[in-house]
């Protein structure tokens, strides 16, 4: 919330008298102070615009903030990138999905973008115009979505915008969002059948998510506790990126606390691991810089145990009773696989004697989910077929009676812990072009102050999943 009052005062102070339609002194540098408002996920409206007002302008914010799928949105007048020379016809410096694409260059996160062209009419180049770039992660509907908002709303940017960003954030499987080609009668019944059986669905999960937090209260409370004294003993420093980066790792570790505290369910412990995960990797960014060496993108955690923070490498681990398979392990973790010394596993005792954790594939289902989170809606792969399948099983008894309802998880589940990521973390983003770091970026890169280069175009872009262009 601070950080959305600070971003009306920037935009306070930022009003330029609103240009009449000629020709945009230069649209490539406009669209770099565009981009600069979006580091973050989030609704940039350029104080021109008036269609929207403040109280509208945060709710979308807080909307695409909180969306599965990291949304950046710009609304911007047409005069702005307008370069005929003139008011009397309008020649955009982009045109459709481009225009989206100039501000995915600029900011250079992958993610979905999209840019409303404010003007009177479609001739003088109001439009909407939206794209996903990513290479890794899921997919999203960006085309539908744009399509939808258009169809439902437009002209009125309000409504338009929420509905891109309830739309734009459903995963890219039609199977599941539009296997049913029924109509009328039929959904009626459907919805019917789902709002009576929904109820004992919800009352189990609840249930079972109370179970969770149960097992995982202790084991978080412990790991925090013993991460806020590494935290406590961190050197104290004059250099300026080092304090601020023990600063956002002490604020990280705060924050899950106090998540923690407040925690009721699945979602919750799961944002817990991932702020944990994000605090680990932001001690190892960290020694990284005091190193002198270049920050190290994210991994996913040691699989023996994600207390050993980010994995540098991979190991071939055979448990007793499985298969072989590829582990991501820490640096000691893969010392006493040289070494043929047996790995340190995180024990978790329920009942009866410890075990792996690994094998609690219900009760610690959001705990892995969380630290095995990307923080974008995409995960590093957990390499344990029957954690998956246990996971799998009981979210299909969650849902078996509430078909569609995996989109809600989704957006619930992973939603949080970027909602989280976006209000704490600052603008910052990958600047080498590497596609690995992107996935992690949006909740990570934050530790990294580097922020991209906005002279604009990239180098390199992700590939494109989905998009879609509009006037209106
Ligand atoms: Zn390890």
Redesign the pocket.
């Known amino acids: 919330m601070k950080r959305l009052l600070a971003a009306f005062a920037v935009v306070g102070l930022w009003v330029l008298p609103a240009l009449p339609a000629h020709a945009a002194t230069d649209p490539a540098a406009y669209m770099n102070t565009v981009a600069s408002h979006l580091g973050d996920p989030g609704v940039y409206v350029d104080p021109g615009v008036t269609e929207l007002s403040e109280s509208e302008i945060a709710e979308l914010d807080a909307a695409a903030k909180s969306a599965a799928a990291p949304i950046r949105i710009a609304v911007i007048p047409a005069s702005k990138i307008n370069t005929s020379g003139n008011a009397y016809y309008v020649e955009l410096a982009w045109e459709g999905e481009e225009i989206a694409d100039q501000l995915y260059d600029r900011v250079g996160v992958e993610g979905v973008y999209a840019v409303l062209v404010d003007a009177e009419s479609e001739s003088d180049g109001r439009g909407f115009h939206a794209v996903q770039r990513a290479d890794h992660g899921p997919t999203y509907y960006v085309g539908d979505a744009v399509d939808e908002a258009v169809d439902c709303c437009a002209p009125n940017y309000e409504p338009m915008l929420k509905q891109f960003i309830q739309r734009a954030q459903i995963v890219d499987k039609p199977f599941y969002v539009d296997a049913a080609p029924f109509a009328g009668g039929a959904a009626g019944i459907i919805g019917l059948w789902c709002a009576v059986t929904g109820l004992g669905a919800r009352r189990e999960r609840r249930r079972d998510e109370k179970n969770h937090l149960e097992v995982t209260r202790p084991l978080l409370n412990e790991e925090i506790i013993a991460l806020s004294q590494q935290v406590s003993e961190l050197p104290t420093t004059s250099d300026p990126q080092q304090s601020k980066l023990s600063k956002d790792v002490l604020d990280t570790v705060e924050k899950a606390r106090h998540r923690l505290d407040a925690a009721q369910g699945d979602r919750d412990v799961e944002a817990v691991t991932t702020l944990l995960g994000s605090a680990r990797y932001g001690m190892v960014c960290l020694d990284a810089v005091r190193a002198g060496k270049p920050i190290p993108k994210p991994t996913a955690p040691?699989f023996?145990?994600p207390r050993?923070g980010p994995s540098t490498d991979q190991i071939e681990w055979k448990p007793d009773d499985g298969a072989a398979r590829n582990v991501d392990?820490?640096a000691?973790?893969k010392q006493r696989d040289v070494d043929d010394a047996q790995p340190q596993i995180r024990m978790v005792t329920r009942v009866e004697t410890p075990r792996p954790y690994w094998e609690f594939g219900e009760d610690l289902g959001a705990y892995v989910d969380g630290y095995w989170s990307r923080g974008d809606g995409s995960a590093w792969w957990f390499p344990d077929s029957d954690f998956r399948r246990r996971g799998e099983e009981m979210r299909s008894r969650w849902h078996s009676r509430r078909p569609g309802s995996r989109f809600r998880r989704f957006g619930s589940s992973v939603g949080s812990t970027i909602g989280d990521w976006a209000a704490s973390s600052s603008s910052g983003s990958g600047d080498d072009g590497d596609s690995s770091w992107y996935g992690g970026s949006n909740r990570r890169s934050s530790w990294s102050s580097r922020t991209r280069s906005s002279g604009g175009g990239s180098s390199r872009r992700s590939s494109r999943r989905s998009g879609g262009s509009r006037g209106f």
């Open positions: 040691c023996f145990d050993h392990v820490c000691a973790c």
